[in-house]
C-alpha cells in the first residue's frame, strides 16, 4: 500500500512538474479562477462583467523587474480599464519563498502605491501553473469571445525592463489596439524578461 501511495505521489509531482513548464499560447483558452484580492473579496474574469478582455499580469512584490513595470502596469490600468481591458494582477510568488511577497505585505504595497487594480494572491500557485507563469512581470492579454475567454498576447510588458528607453515597442498596448479594431495581434509572443517565480522548497 505504501508503495502504491509513493508511486501517485511521484506521479503527481510529475505531473506538476510538467504542468509548470508549460505556458500558454496565444489561441488558447485562459483559465479562469477565484483568487483573493488585497481587499480581501474573491476575484474572477465575472467579477468584471462589462470587460471585451483583461491584462492578466503575474507580477510581485520584490523582484526589481516588478518594480520597474509596476508604473506601466498602473498606466495600463487608466488607459484601457475604461475601453473594457482591466488590469488583473496575480502574485505567482510562494511566500514561504518570498516573505515580502506575503498577502499582508501585498495589501500594505496596493494601498501605499493606490493601486487600481485588483492584486490577487495566488495560494498553493495553482493558476501560476495553470497559465504557466515563469518570470516576473509576465503578461497575458485575453480577449472575451463566443468560444470563451481566449489569450491573444503572452510575453513582456514592452521591450525596455530597465525603463531607460526613450523609444519602445509597446507590445500589450499594441496588442490591445487590434483587439480594439477587430484583429488579431501581429505578435502574438515575446520572450518575458523578469525574476523567475519563487517556490518554496520540496521537502
Known amino acids: 500500500m505504501k508503495k502504491i501511495i509513493l508511486l501517485l505521489v511521484l506521479a503527481l509531482s510529475a505531473f506538476i512538474a510538467q ?20 481587499d480581501n473579496k474573491e476575484i474572477s474574469f465575472a467579477s468584471f462583467p462589462k470587460a471585451k478582455g483583461f491584462i492578466v499580469v503575474f507580477t510581485c512584490n520584490t523582484c526589481p ?25 496575480i502574485n505567482p510568488n510562494d511566500p514561504e519563498a518570498s516573505k515580502a511577497d506575503s498577502f499582508d505585505k501585498m495589501q500594505a504595497l496596493a494601498k501605499e502605491k493606490k493601486y487600481s487594480f485588483p492584486y490577487l494572491f495566488d495560494q498553493g500557485q495553482l493558476i501560476t501553473d ?11 492579454i485575453v480577449s472575451k469571445t463566443a468560444n470563451g475567454n481566449i489569450i491573444e498576447y503572452v510575453g513582456a510588458i514592452d521591450n525596455d525592463p530597465e525603463g531607460t528607453k526613450t523609444e519602445k515597442t509597446k507590445y500589450a498596448e499594441d496588442a490591445i489596439a487590434a483587439l480594439k479594431s477587430d484583429k488579431k495581434p501581429a505578435v502574438t509572443a515575446t520572450k518575458e524578461i523578469g525574476c523567475t517565480v519563487k517556490r518554496k522548497a520540496k521537502a
Open 19 to 38: 504542468a509548470q513548464s508549460v505556458t500558454l499560447k496565444a489561441g488558447d483558452k485562459a483559465p479562469d479562477f477565484k483568487l483573493k484580492n488585497v
Open 65 to 89: 523587474y516588478a518594480v520597474a513595470y509596476e508604473q506601466r502596469i498602473l498606466e495600463l490600468d487608466k488607459k484601457f480599464k475604461s475601453q473594457g481591458y482591466p488590469v488583473i494582477a
Open 130 to 140: 495553470q497559465y504557466g507563469a515563469k518570470h516576473t512581470p509576465h503578461l497575458f
